[in-house]
């Protein structure tokens, strides 16, 4: 999703340097990003549009602290789907998103994910 998943990586590519100790570069290969994309994270260029949000919330918190473990286990982390539920279920979340995007609450529809993980947002027209 255009802001989910960004603010998303932002938070554990910080969790991942800060509490780990990885510098940009390793962060992004755990994460699949380039480097530059982590920098743009941390410099607050990227993924700051619900980066504050996720920040406060701790059941998103908690899944970003979770999948930062998983990587630096050495395992790569399939249930990215957990998250989109997590923001789907944060009612101050989606009324951000929605107003980010200009769009009633009830217009707004955050499928499930597809079996490939992307995470997708479309509007009920």
């Not at 743009?40 to 999948?67: D, I, M």
Request: charged fraction near 30%; charge should be neutral.
């Amino acid at each position: 999703m255009k802001y989910v998943l960004p603010a998303l990586r932002a938070l554990i590519a910080e969790l991942l340097m800060e509490r780990y100790s990885l510098t940009q570069a390793e962060a992004a290969k755990l994460l699949g990003v380039t480097q530059p994309a982590v920098s743009n994270y941390l410099r607050k260029v990227r993924g700051t549009k619900l980066y504050s949000l996720f920040k406060k919330s701790p059941k998103v918190t908690e899944f970003a602290e979770t999948v930062a473990k998983v990587l630096i286990s050495g395992r790569d982390f399939e249930d990215w789907c957990k998250g989109c539920e997590l923001v789907r279920c944060d009612e101050e979340i989606m009324k951000e998103l929605s107003n980010m995007l200009s769009l009633e609450l009830d217009r707004l529809i955050i499928p499930p994910c597809a079996p490939d993980s992307r995470i997708h947002i479309s509007v009920n027209d």
